[in-house]
């Protein structure tokens, strides 16, 4: 549109030799333009958003490392709660609430996230920034580490987030499935790892923790699971869902 010539033409090949030679770099699969294009997918989908903004602030100035899901994941996260109908959320792994305010907009108003943090500092930071969304009655978070705070917890979740240490990645696997019923989604963060979970030698924990959880969900009678890699603002990495049966 507002082109001159046939609209049949190529937009490519209608460009100067210059813009052509921009469009080439722009197009090139490195992780600059990985990131370019996950900000404008952002822009377009996601959109500005104050409160997420002001979380995100609020971790970076208490020196909380910047591991959060990005913009677009959040939202998928988000629209997997609604997709599903999930009411009652487990998140494992709460790092400053920014992936817990997007799953507790997505509950509705009579739902819940329970967040598990080993960090007491962590959760301190989080609760601050969820209560300033607007969504702190809806959300639950549990101090402690994981692995003993999972137990102790009444089961029934609809959807579980696991995005905490990659090393007891299949206790929370196992917790999952033992605090979900036959329907509840699971969301495993970082299964990509810039594809060192393809390495069966991998001396990584953090790899070793993955590729296990993923054998797991390839194994286990419990869980029927998939992996998508992707790339964008955290570089290459994944995501796998499994949904328990
Ligand atoms: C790390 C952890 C994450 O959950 C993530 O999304 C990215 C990186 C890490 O521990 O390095
Ligand atoms: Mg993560």
Do not use: C
């Not at 190529?10 to 210059?18: D, R």
């Not at 997709?83 to 400053?96: K, N, W």
């Not at 609430?97 to 007491?120: F, L, P």
């Not at 994981?146 to 007891?168: N, Q, R």
Request: no cysteine; aromatic share 4%.
């Amino acid at each position: 549109p507002g082109s001159s010539g046939s609209s049949r033409r190529s937009p490519v090949v209608g460009l100067t030799a210059s813009a052509r030679a921009g469009l080439a770099e722009t197009m090139r699969s490195t992780p600059e333009n990985w990131r370019a294009a996950d900000d404008y997918l952002a822009d377009t989908l996601v959109g500005h958003d104050p409160a997420l903004e002001a979380t995100l602030s609020a971790q970076r100035a208490a020196g909380l490392p910047d591991i959060e899901v990005a913009p677009v994941s959040g939202k998928l996260l988000n629209l997997l709660v609604r997709i599903s109908g999930a009411r009652r959320v487990l998140e494992i792994g709460t790092l400053g609430g920014y992936s817990t305010i997007w799953m507790a907009r997505a509950v509705g108003e009579h739902g819940r996230v329970v967040t598990v943090e080993a960090e007491a500092d962590n959760a301190a930071i989080a609760r601050t920034s969820i209560d300033a969304a607007g969504v702190g009655d809806r959300v639950d978070i549990r101090i402690g580490r994981a692995a003993d705070v999972l137990p102790t917890l009444v089961g029934g979740f609809d959807l579980v987030f696991i995005d905490a240490d990659k090393e007891s990645n299949t206790v929370y696997l196992d917790w999952a499935a033992r605090l979900g019923h036959p329907g509840t989604v699971v969301v495993l963060d970082n299964i990509g790892r810039e594809g060192e979970i393809a390495r069966a030698d991998s001396t990584d924990p953090m790899v070793i923790g993955t590729r296990d959880a993923l054998r797991m969900l390839g194994e286990d009678p419990r869980f029927d699971a998939t992996a998508l890699q992707t790339v964008g603002l955290k570089g290459w990495d994944g995501v796998a869902i499994a949904l328990v049966v």
